[in-house]
């Protein structure tokens, strides 16, 4: 069972995407009762943001969920393409090997990856979020490097020159990045700015680098431009990426699974 805020994030998730929500659809999701989504959207209701109809809710107009496209909830972004996220990270932990330095990147992605690599691996890990830190702390056979900084609350990323300094001193076997758009022309890139400094540094420190998409990612530019398709040597997504796209990573050299 799902906890009420994470309901709540992927509600309004979905009405930001379709408009509409099913109740049906986000009871077997959400893997909760009928009656748990209709109390979920009738406080929505009271909160004046959507409009109860039957078998499910609208977004209104208006509403106080149309933000802006570049400001990124993590809280919201983890109830997208959950299944393919999952699927993604789990095909990402299979290429960690014993004794690797691997830095985990931001994203809502990345944040399953340390769930699936086997505990009684001896290995050092580089992160620098709340939310992953959080994954990883507790293994006694994992060497923790967190570089600390200024806390953005958006993300749970910590960001800091003194902290891009030390990701530079490090050298990783792997590092597995997240992206907000991946596109032929204009490269990949996140949808807040401060997070460019850190990821250009991660790339500069590991020697393979290995970017976690979903296929929503592909086609899309965000504001902050980190780094060309080219500078990466794996791609894992999932299988809806169209076939235009798998020849376009295909074509530039760069290995591709798809889960």
Request: glycine share 6%; hydrophobic share 40%; charged share 30%.
């Amino acid at each position: 069972m799902t906890g009420k805020n994470y309901r709540t994030n992927y509600i309004l998730n979905r009405l930001s995407v379709d408009g509409f929500a099913n109740i049906k659809d986000l009871s077997k999701r959400l893997e909760v009762s009928e009656m748990t989504i209709r109390r979920d959207l009738r406080e929505l209701s009271i909160d004046n943001v959507v409009t109860l109809i039957p078998g499910g809710a609208v977004l209104k107009r208006n509403s106080p969920i149309e933000k802006d496209e570049e400001k990124y909830l993590i809280q919201t972004a983890e109830s997208l393409m959950l299944e393919e996220k999952i699927k993604i990270s789990r095909k990402a932990a299979s290429l960690v090997d014993p004794n690797d330095v691997i830095i985990i990147d931001t994203g809502s992605t990345t944040e399953n990856l340390p769930k699936f690599i086997p505990e009684n691996i001896p290995l050092t890990v580089i992160c620098y979020t709340l939310n992953i830190l959080f994954n990883v702390y507790e293994n006694k056979n994992w060497k923790l490097v967190f570089p600390g900084g200024y806390f953005h609350n958006n993300t749970l990323m910590f960001e800091s020159p003194e902290g891009i300094e030390v990701i530079k001193k490090i050298r990783a076997n792997k590092a597995f990045i997240s992206a907000a758009g991946v596109s032929e022309k204009l490269g990949v890139t996140c949808a807040t700015d401060y997070e460019k400094e850190t990821k250009k540094a991660v790339i500069e420190s590991s020697d393979t680098k290995i970017l976690l998409v979903d296929s929503s990612k592909f086609g899309k530019i965000k504001i902050s431009h980190f780094a060309d398709l080219t500078d990466f040597d794996i791609v894992i997504t999932d299988s809806g990426i169209s076939k235009e796209c798998e020849e376009i990573v295909k074509n530039i050299g760069v290995k591709l699974y798809i889960v």
